[in-house]
């Protein structure tokens, strides 16, 4: 293995590399890409970033974690739809929980931990653009839909809690790299059509000329139906990178724009599914996002063993929910026939048709005139009520710069590359939400009333739902790195963070720091520090091994609603704000990887993430409501395998994810809808997780086989399988539900799956391309998550309350299993023109 070269490069991985090297990168990733045709081994070199920003990087054989990387082809040639999609289909380790049932707001999942577009979701992996962390402030949510894809030139996933990397890389960080005119010139016009309505339109343009000038410009527009009701997507984004370079220096002003509007109708429970596949529980859910991006960076090489590197950003992320909902409230209520107090306010306001007796649940599939009633009167619509529709606004605002050096040089005759660097990150939340009652009608939507949750109801369960926060974050940080080559085959890498981040949030309704105030000023400190080895006994054999610590602070969503007297309902209401502790992880890795012959390479490797004071979403004894809360420890462990390798025209390659992610504290939480809870059939009652219960939505099993055929010289062939195994509900911490047919409907689980996929490549003219996919070619029906809750409707669909004679006082609900479906079979064709 050859010495990094003595002059700093700009270079990261980009396209243009030989086809050996994305080969060896997609033995950590995917198949390999392309044939290598030497005859003899030739040593290869795959280069990634060991900082969010570029300096020098590092060959993956002196990387001590399995670094998966991705090449622009790549991304383009598998036709995914975006890259949490990508991440699904051909990277080790990685599933997807589709839970907001939106093709653009997938749970992305790696070794177990999550980036999500969904507050309340525990949060585990950072996610870079250009080196700027796009983990938004409030949640640390990512947005999915506001990455394009076509502007994507590489992307480079770290695995472990590698603290180069900042706050969240608990489980690792995605760090994503767009194009540039220089590395991508030229024009390209791609469209398509699908199934569904799907319609894409996708420009790209690149160029530079000879004063050092280039640019890169794309925009794309998408829209489909969705397969599932009432689930439109519309996706608008727009990017553009300009900059300058000579041999020394190099100035980039990128600028991205997105204006989104999703449809997500969320789970659905199983006995509709089975009905309708295509059904959902409630409507509307409906996300818009707008993000306004901006980021200068700069390269310049001091000397020749000096490069420096900094950037500054903005970034501006408007984003409004309306979600209609079930008034979980409702549900232990007599909500069919109204009063005489309630006729009365239905005539004097000029209604007619209501009932004047006998409305019950076998006439009444869907009540809505006490609903109406008692908005009229102001006094129990939160109990009244089935429906409720709720409402948020969220502005955030990022302004941030980070800058590092880094060294190349010797130390006692021994090759060394460090790196020192700083950062700075500011960030201003404003967060706005209300909750209208309304009524479920017979296509479950929500139709709303007027009456709110503002507390202002006479019922002695009402609520106020509202919440006015301003939130401010305030980040800086040092960190370092520094890899010094032992010998020509032992490499040895230290590297530490010190984060100092204060979070103020400010209650605009109840200000004053009282027990519902969301006031609050919290200071967190800590520094991560990160250790690896990697030894070459060969050409074709490299080892490594590592230790890192990563954590997260809680953000001011968590920070808002931990208060187990005052729980929330995500993510919509907060309350009061007692203190939570940082989330800490320790990671080992430790493996290896090696090639045979001229186009085969493999891996193995084992690693262990521990948590300790991991912020969960702890339902409450208020039906429908949670708080956060720190729990003492968990643990994410496993083996992966992967391997690729090609026979003339075919390409193969072949990856494998044993997961064992299990609790390791004893912790009582509530499990209303679990059937093992300490209060009986269908009440609401606490559940004991013990250490060795497994984690919910996490597999124990992830399998990928992909194979490419080159049919002709212009026709190619792909199709890539992905199996997971089943995993545990949410609510079904202690692994311990039984499903009775009566109180309890469902497994409490969401079974395995094996999802295959199709596609084509003709490259018409060396200009024209014409492509086709076909998701889920054998049309499974499949869940990738579950999760209990209680049930608002009957097997026939009507709305049913009190489904059971009163308990003491109270009265039992009917609890199930609800599914995230995922999608059928669907087809995609599409032209790729290159001017």
């Not at 968990?634 to 994810?657: D, M």
């Not at 499974?780 to 009190?802: I, M």
Request: net charge neutral.
């Amino acid at each position: 293995m050859q010495a990094p070269a003595r002059r700093p490069s700009f270079t990261r991985c980009r396209t243009s590399l030989h086809p050996l090297v994305l080969a060896l990168a997609a033995a950590f990733a995917a198949q390999a890409q392309a044939q290598q045709t030497q005859s003899t081994v030739t040593p290869t070199v795959v280069v990634v970033g060991q900082t969010p920003l570029p300096g020098l990087d590092l060959p993956v054989e002196q990387i001590p974690a399995p670094v998966q990387t991705v090449s622009a082809a790549q991304l383009q040639e598998s036709t995914s739809l975006d890259i949490s999609s990508y991440m699904s289909r051909r990277m080790n380790g990685v599933h997807v929980n589709e839970i907001q049932g939106n093709p653009f707001q997938m749970d992305v999942n790696y070794r177990g931990y999550t980036a999500s577009p969904l507050l309340g979701t525990p949060q585990g992996l950072s996610v870079y653009l250009d080196g700027v962390r796009i983990n938004q402030p409030f949640g640390d949510v990512v947005s999915w839909d506001l990455i394009p894809k076509a502007a994507i030139a590489n992307m480079n996933l770290m695995p472990g809690s590698n603290p180069l990397f900042g706050l969240n890389t608990l489980g690792g960080a995605l760090a994503i790299q767009t194009k540039e005119g220089r590395t991508h010139p030229g024009t390209v016009l791609e469209t398509g059509v699908g199934s569904y309505g799907r319609r894409q339109v996708t420009l790209e343009h690149g160029g530079f000329n000879e004063q050092g000038l280039e640019w890169f410009f794309t925009a794309n527009k998408f829209h489909e139906r969705g397969w599932r009701n009432d689930s439109p997507s519309d996706v608008r984004q727009v990017f553009g990178k300009v900059g300058w370079q000579n041999a020394r220096t190099d100035l980039d002003l990128t600028m991205s724009y997105a204006d989104n509007r999703l449809h997500g109708n969320g789970l659905q429970e199983i006995r509709f599914l089975d009905q309708d596949y295509g059904s959902v529980y409630t409507k509307p859910d409906i996300t818009t996002n707008r993000n306004l991006f901006l980021n200068l960076s700069a390269k310049h090489s001091i000397s020749e063993n000096l490069l420096a590197a900094g950037n500054v950003y903005y970034r501006k992320i408007n984003t409004t929910t309306y979600n209609g909902d079930v008034n979980e409230g409702a549900l232990d209520q007599s909500i069919y026939q109204p009063s005489a107090a309630e006729r009365a306010a239905l005539q004097a306001a000029g209604y007619s048709g209501y009932p004047s007796s006998g409305a019950n649940a076998s006439n009444t599939p869907f009540p809505y005139w006490r609903c109406v009633a008692n908005a009229l009167l102001n006094d129990e619509p939160n109990e009244k009520c089935t429906g409720v529709i709720n409402r948020t606004r969220t502005d955030q605002e990022n302004l941030g710069m980070s800058g590092q050096l880094t060294w190349l040089g010797d130390i006692a005759g021994l090759r060394n590359q460090a790196t020192l660097g700083a950062g700075f990150d500011m960030s201003n939340i404003r967060f706005q939400q209300s909750a209208q009652y309304g009524y479920i009608t017979a296509d479950r939507s929500i139709v709303p009333v007027d009456a709110y949750a503002d507390g202002t109801q006479t019922s002695e369960n009402a609520e106020d739902a509202r919440v006015r926060l301003n939130g401010r974050t305030r980040t800086w940080s040092l960190f370092a790195s520094d890899t010094l080559r032992l010998t020509d085959k032992l490499t040895a890498t230290v590297a530490g963070r010190y984060n100092q981040s204060v979070v103020k949030n400010q209650d605009l309704l109840n200000p004053g720091g009282g027990a519902d105030s969301l006031d609050g000023n919290h200071t967190f400190r800590r520094f991560n520090p990160a250790v690896g080895f990697t030894y070459s006994p060969a050409k074709t054999l490299n080892t490594y091994v590592g230790y890192s610590e990563g954590s997260r602070t809680p953000t001011a969503v968590e920070l808002g609603c931990a208060n187990p007297d005052n729980p929330c309902r995500l993510p919509n209401a907060m309350a009061g704000d007692p203190p939570l502790k940082q989330v800490v992880t320790r990671t080992w890795d430790a493996g290896v990887r090696g090639q045979i012959g001229s186009n085969t390479f493999w891996n193995v490797g084992v690693f262990r993430s521990d948590n300790r004071d991991d912020i969960l979403f702890v339902s409450s004894e208020v039906t429908g409501y949670g708080y956060f809360k720190n729990f003492g420890k968990t643990r994410r462990q496993g083996v992966e395998l992967g391997g690729s390798t090609g026979f003339g025209p075919l390409s193969i390659g072949l990856q494998y994810t044993y997961l064992d992610a299990t609790y390791q504290s004893t912790e009582e939480v509530n499990g209303s809808a679990n059937s093992s809870n300490e209060e009986g059939n269908g009440l609401e009652g606490n559940i004991t997780i013990r250490p060795g219960n497994r984690i919910p939505l996490i597999p124990k099993h992830i399998a990928k086989l992909a194979l490419d055929y080159k049919a002709t010289s212009s026709i190619t062939l792909g199709l890539d399988m992905i199996g997971v195994s089943g995993s545990y509900a949410r609510g079904n911490e202690n692994n311990q539900h039984q499903a009775d047919g009566v109180y309890y409907l469902g497994s409490g689980k969401s079974g395995g799956y094996a999802v295959t996929n199709l596609s084509a490549r003709y490259q018409a003219t060396p200009k024209l391309q014409v492509f086709g996919q076909i998701n889920n070619l054998f049309d499974r029906e499949y869940s990738t998550a579950a999760q209990l809750g209680a049930t608002a409707f009957s097997s026939s669909g009507g709305v049913v309350a009190r489904p059971f004679a009163s308990v003491g006082g109270e009265y039992p609900l009917v609890h199930s299993t609800f599914q995230a479906p995922g999608a059928p079979r669907t087809l995609w064709v599409g032209l790729r023109y290159s001017l």
